[in-house]
């Protein structure tokens, strides 16, 4: 063992101060060093003082084969000491300091030489423990091959990440090429849960716990029971009060299947060997050099904001976005943070939701924001490949302009022929856009001409109408509706009034509903001189006459239904 610091008393070993780490790893490299480990301090004189706020003791052992130390390559990039100021040269070394450039994917291949000490074969396939009765699969083999025919034996044996419901229900037995049989386990662990536990088993080692959970460890093969049955292809009944690994002996040949019998031998409870068996012969071959293995060692850019986002102006009916760019490596996440202050703290991280969304993309889009959110400020937070830290975007401000409010008013709702209705408009709190700022509506179709602040509307249009306002923000928003409709009445209209002869007649028909009329106009001595039918579509539907080549006079004008019936009279100069 090798320590790093000294003044210990350890576990079975001598209390004192020792002068230095040589002197610890000559005095104890051969002792035990699981247990308690303690550490004192000593102040020979008043009045200083000081802290030892921790302390560590490194162990250096060995797990597995024995190896060299390894050998990397290609050379670049690679060196000898964290601050890579030493370039490795390709003497065998355990450790390496990488740092390659530029950014990219850089693979590096290690190799060791092998100083074997034991000779592994491993199955590492699932094991079900079925409810009752043989494992599937029953037997699981392990096939051996490539080692001495004589002159090997089991050091032990490995079973990987064993659970059950009871432990007590498991047996286990191992059965050599040649037909000898062990038994690893039976009868153990009680009426408890094994709990995804790995064992190996090795002669010499403690008993297992017959009626208590046995955790993970090294154990000595168990059976508690008298006599054990694997049902064929199994050996049958087994007793074996004493298994020992010992029993497959050194001289026979080990290469072959070697066969895992698993049982259950009390139904309803089941468990599984999730990581197989592994078996370690005690066998001396020659070194060897592994096969290389390869190290991927991946150099990342630092995160950076290529485009930084923009000022949004918006109205309050529209949509916000707020766009980053991110340059480095990737992939990339993404935070967006809101300033409700001017751009002072505290930043709030934004999430999905009411007028927000994609808070954690690249982009953010605020829809529809009130005019209170104006002057709010926006960024985001940016996370690329680890371990590069995150890099945060400019501040960006949202400006909300609020829509325009539009109220119209008419002088009077109800019109004759010959009569009209003005309607006037007000806006606030803006002032409309100079040019195209006003769009007035009848029945939702734009008025020709309709682009100022008032309208003037005769008979002929009547109707629902609404504003459309745009002010100098651009924000555009509808006023509320005023509707022109006629006055009802039983007369006829003439206008012009006296005429040259070209005029028109007006008499109410109800709305949306076509009929026929008849206008017959008589002279001032009663004599008939025109006659005409009409087909009338709305209220007060014009009936054009053109009486320009008749006489200077009065005239008699009756308006008549299909039938010839009088409707109503009324009388037209002409000059």
Known sequence: ATFTAFGFTFPGGPVGYVPNVAAYNALYNTGPVNGVWSIGIYDAGAPDGGTLNNWSLDIDYVVGVPATAATWSPLAGLFNDAAATIPYAGTPVDSVWARPTPAGVYPYQVTVQSMPVLSTFTNPANIVINASGPGTPYPANLTVSGLPTSG???????????????????????????????????????????????????????A?????????????????????????????AITQATPTLASFGNTANVNGAWKLFVFDDVGGDAGNISGGFTIY?????????????TVIVTVNSPTTVTTQPVNQTICTDKVATFTVVPGGSGPFTYQWQVSTSGGNPPWTNISN???????????????????????YQYRVIINGAVPCGPATSFARILTVNPLP??????????????????????????????????????NGVAVPGGTNATLIVDIDNLGDYTLRVTDINGCTNISNMITIRDSVSSKCFIYPNPTSGLFQVRYYSVANNVLPRTLTIYDSKGDRVFTKMYTIGRPYDRMDVDMRAYSKGLYWVEIGDLNGSRLSMCRVVIQ
């Open 353 to 375: 939701g009411g007028v927000y969304s994609g808070a954690t993309t690249a982009t953010l889009t605020i829809t529809a924001p009130p005019v209170s959110m104006s002057g």
């Open 405 to 442: 409010v539009v109220v119209i008013s008419a002088n009077r709702t109800s019109i004759f022929p010959g009569m009209t209705a003005t309607l006037t408009s007000t806006v606030t709190p803006n002032a409309p856009a100079p040019n195209g700022g006003y769009t007035w509506l009848r």
């Open 152 to 206: 090997v034996g089991v050091d032990s044996v490995r079973l990987t990440g064993i659970s059950h419901t009871w432990g007590d229900d498991i047996d286990i037995l191992l059965q050599s090429p040649t037909g000898q049989n062990v038994v690893l386990m039976s009868d153990v662990g009680g009426i408890v849960a094994v709990p995804n536990a790995t064992y190996t088993f090795r002669d010499g080692a403690p």
């Open 281 to 293: 012969f005690n066998v001396s071959i020659p070194a060897c050099t592994s096969p290389a293995r």
């Open 208 to 236: 297992m716990n017959a009626t208590a959970a046995n955790p993970t460890g090294t154990y000595r093969p168990t059976n508690n029971g008298a006599t054990d049955t694997w049902p064929a292809p199994g050996p049958g």
